[in-house]
């Protein structure tokens, strides 16, 4: 193909061909990264503002690709969406959660929680409870350990499924989070309406919330409101010690954030709670 920088019409298509392709690709290559091993799940702590101990972990997926080296979810998650792929490494996920979540028990380390991130795409489907459900069965744990994130978009977009949805879920005692809250197009009125349990407050507030006092504002008021609605609020992307001091100021209930620890191998989450004690 030839490109010429003097006809911008067809550099632009040149280059969407080659995201295309490029998408094309990763496509096939996770295919097959799950058979291959090549996806993992590292785990972040998540400690209460209180007592500072690991009260659970956000379950993060990552892809060590064999050429490309370590590809980011932001990257491949998108692609796993629109081509169906997600339904199965999401099931995935959950089990090699739930795995994890047995094995803890099976150790005596089995007092934590453990959160899962929902795609738009699993959260269609009509079956996710009682799969999840079996799940739990199967590994013999119990289900309020686990924690669904689920963002606000996803719940907005069909609300009134939504709502049965979260509902099913909430009876088999499964615990529910909205991730990134805040970022989205969230009604208030509905938010009475979902059975959740946890707010997560989205990191682009918590980021600047030392210096910028429009964030700090809106950190105090979406505690304030999960805590009037019974939720409990965690804030995410916690990185400095002013952040976690005005968050715990505010009353915020739970942190996650480089401060306490990156996302890191199930080993190494293990070895955490280990030293931790009982
Ligand atoms: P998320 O659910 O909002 O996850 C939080 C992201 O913030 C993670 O990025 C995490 O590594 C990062 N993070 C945590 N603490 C800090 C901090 O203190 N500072 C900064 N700058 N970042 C922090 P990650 O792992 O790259 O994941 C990105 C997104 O990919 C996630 O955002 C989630 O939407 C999606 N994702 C990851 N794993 C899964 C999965 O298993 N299933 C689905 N459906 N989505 C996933
Ligand atoms: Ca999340
Ligand atoms: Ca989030
Ligand atoms: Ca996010």
């Known amino acids: 193909v030839i490109r010429s920088d003097a006809e911008p019409y067809c550099f632009f298509s040149n280059e969407m061909n080659d995201e295309a392709q490029l998408r094309l690709g990763l496509e096939g290559d996770l ?35 064999p050429t490309h080296g370590n590809i980011p979810p932001a990257r491949f998650i998108p692609v796993a969406e629109d ?6 490494i999401g099931e995935w996920v959950l089990e090699q959660a739930i795995i994890q979540m047995a094995k803890w028990r099976a150790e005596g380390l089995g007092e934590v929680s453990m959160a899962v991130n929902i795609s738009p795409v699993q959260f269609q489907e009509r079956h996710l409870p009682d799969k999840v459900a079996r799940m739990l069965e199967v590994h013999d744990v119990p289900a309020a350990f686990l924690e669904l994130e689920l ?8 609300a009134e499924a939504a709502v049965t949805l979260l509902n099913r879920l909430s009876d088999a005692g499964i615990k529910l989070a909205v991730d990134d809250f805040g970022t989205g197009y969230s ?18 507030f918590v980021r600047h919330m030392d210096t910028d006092f429009n964030d700090r504002v809106i950190a105090r ?19 400095t010690r002013t952040q976690f001091e005005m968050l715990q100021r505010e009353g915020c209930d739970v942190v996650q954030g480089y401060l306490f620890g990156r996302p890191m191998p199930v080993d190494e989450a293990t070895e955490l709670l280990r030293r931790a004690g009982p």
Request: net charge positive; charged share 25%; proline share 1%.
């Open 31 to 65: 295919r097959r990264a799950l058979e291959l091993n090549e996806l993992s799940l590292y785990l972040q702590p998540q400690v209460d503002t209180r007592g500072r101990r690991v009260v659970g972990f956000e379950a993060l997926l990552r892809w060590f690709h």
């Open 83 to 88: 081509s169906g792929l997600i339904l199965s």
């Open 187 to 204: 009604s208030l009125a509905y938010l009475k309406q979902f059975r959740v349990d946890k707010l997560k407050l989205d990191q682009s």
């Open 151 to 158: 963002t606000e978009s996803v719940l907005m977009k069909d």
């Open 221 to 239: 008021a979406t505690i304030n409101l999960g805590h009037s609605l019974g939720l409990k609020v965690i804030g995410e992307g916690v990185e």
